[in-house]
DNA sequence: TACATACAC
DNA sequence: TATGGTGTATGTA
């Protein structure tokens, strides 16, 4: 039952409301045991146990000197972070609802109100949400899905449309700012900052009012303050942004891009604002779909949202690490703060200063475009393959296809590695440094046959 | 440096 | 019958 935890539904997941948890892990379950992959996944989940045991083991003998000492110090680290919160910017995460799935929708009007799922009996890369009712979900198989919902209409992903969408969607967003970060087709962050401090008398009166925007308690409080004529400026006759009410105006610039959006690709996004990227991040997950969220720029208001968040909502924690924080009686932001000692003592100091920061609250603002790529591959799975030659020719294939994408973008590389995934879903890698940076298609295929021949 | 694991989309 | 592909970060030896 450890493995449940791995190939059962996220109960975290928006949407999940209507659908039936025990009814769909089960048809999940009996669906994959027994299958290699199944076996794989207890395989894993079995270390994942062990990993826990030598934890809470290390736990059970810590004494209280050692337990306050480390509450001390990390006490002083939490007052470090704390200097460095920075509530001054406006980011805003973007998230397309069912993004691929949307995209058929619009083009295919037929399928409209029919559950559908975009991928084929291997995998699933997105379900609608009609399809999710009942359980469906991305990164499921496509034949598992069809036990969930026999009524699902399994559609070929067409990227170039995704594609095609996706830039419209940019267009909306580069003019709220030229210099967004775009993480995925579906997603992307924005900082909304200058932008808002440019806006004039005349271009507010142009949003959308208040009181159409779908948001919380905590920002429609800002509705009175809204009415009152004028805002809030400092010396400089600069809009305070981090006020309750510059978040009102947050809120109504973003509904009138989301609008945008929608009238431009007829699909719908949803949107977090916050002071940083792991809020809003979170906040777009908050109201979907069709629906945004707007955190206001407040110590208090920032921990009191966070408070009773689930760990896994916090981006960068998926199921191994869930898994093993529940086991520590941690399951929400509260917790992991109340248990901080406890943290600091079994836990490596980068595992510590990303759950003090996402416990707070405190993380990146930055929503610049990343410097540089650190690695180009392909991989490609395949049936049951014995005959050298066979796997030579796909290895080859997969070093042309790499090579060309190499060209493509002008980048050279130093390191060539080989991936192998055997039958029973076990992965190996196995690289090779070489001695100068390149790009030289038959370099590569030396390199990456020597790889595989070691482990023939 | 080499390899494994976790995570995101 | 049947569980993906691409890329990043981190831990450990």
Redesign the pocket.
């Known amino acids: 039952d450890a493995v449940l935890s791995r190939?059962s539904l996220c109960p975290h997941k928006a949407g999940m409301d209507s659908v039936n948890k025990n009814k769909t892990d089960e048809v999940?379950r009996s669906?994959?045991e027994g299958?290699r992959?199944?076996d794989n996944e207890r395989r894993?989940a079995a270390?994942?146990a062990q990993r826990v045991q030598v934890m809470k083991s290390r736990a059970a003998v810590l004494s209280t000197g050692a337990l306050q000492q480390a509450e001390a110090m990390a006490s002083a680290f939490e007052r470090q972070l704390e200097t460095e919160r920075d509530l001054s910017r406006v980011i805003v995460h973007c998230d397309a609802d069912a993004f691929y799935a949307a995209v058929e929708l619009r083009d295919q009007p037929h399928l409209r109100g029919k559950p559908i799922g975009i991928g084929g009996?291997?995998?699933l890369?997105t379900a609608s949400y009609e399809a999710r009712k009942f359980g469906v979900r991305s990164?499921m198989?496509g034949?598992?899905a069809l036990r969930l919902c026999p009524e699902l209409i399994l559609v070929k992903p067409r990227f170039h449309a995704y594609e095609a969408a996706s830039r419209q969607l940019q267009a909306v967003m580069a003019q709220y700012d030229p210099n967004f970060r775009s993480?995925?087709l579906?997603?992307a962050y924005l900082d909304i900052t200058d932008y808002m401090a440019r806006l004039t008398p005349g271009d507010v009166a142009q949003l959308p009012p208040l009181t159409t925007v779908a948001d919380p308690p905590l920002v429609q409080e800002a509705n009175s303050a809204d009415s009152k004529p004028g805002m809030a400026t400092d010396s400089a006759g600069a809009r305070n942004l981090t006020t309750l009410e510059g978040r009102a105006l947050a809120a109504r610039v973003v509904h009138q891009m989301r609008t945008r959006m929608h009238e431009t690709t007829q699909l719908t996004v949803s949107a977090g604002i916050a002071c940083n990227r792991m809020l809003a991040?979170i906040g777009s997950d908050q109201n979907k779909p069709d629906g945004q969220f707007c955190l206001p720029a407040d110590r208090a208001a920032i921990l009191a949202f966070l408070a009773n968040m689930p760990t896994r909502k916090i981006?960068?924690?998926?199921?191994?690490?869930?898994q093993i924080l529940r086991e520590l009686d941690i399951t929400n932001c509260q917790a992991l703060l109340q248990q901080r000692a406890l943290l600091k003592l079994l836990f490596?100091p980068?595992?510590f200063d990303f759950f003090m920061r996402s416990a707070l609250g405190i993380a990146s603002n930055n929503t610049r475009k990343r410097s540089e790529?650190?690695?180009?591959?392909?991989?490609?799975?395949f049936r049951e393959l014995n005959q050298v030659p066979d796997l030579e020719d796909k290895c080859l294939h997969l070093c042309h296809k790499t090579a060309l994408d190499m060209e493509r973008k002008a980048l050279l590389g130093r390191?060539v590695c080989l991936k192998l995934k055997t039958v029973d879903f076990k992965?190996?890698?196995?690289?090779?440094?070489l001695p100068a940076h390149t790009a030289d298609e038959p370099v590569i295929k030396r390199a990456a046959l020597g790889l595989l021949h070691r482990e023939l």
């Open positions: 190939i999940i669906m994959s299958s992959f199944y894993k270390q994942t009996i291997g995998m890369s990164a198989p034949y598992i993480v995925s579906d997603e991040k981006p960068g924690i998926g199921k191994v690490t869930e490596t980068i595992s790529r650190k690695s180009i591959g392909h991989e490609t799975t390191s992965v190996k890698q196995r690289s090779v440094l």
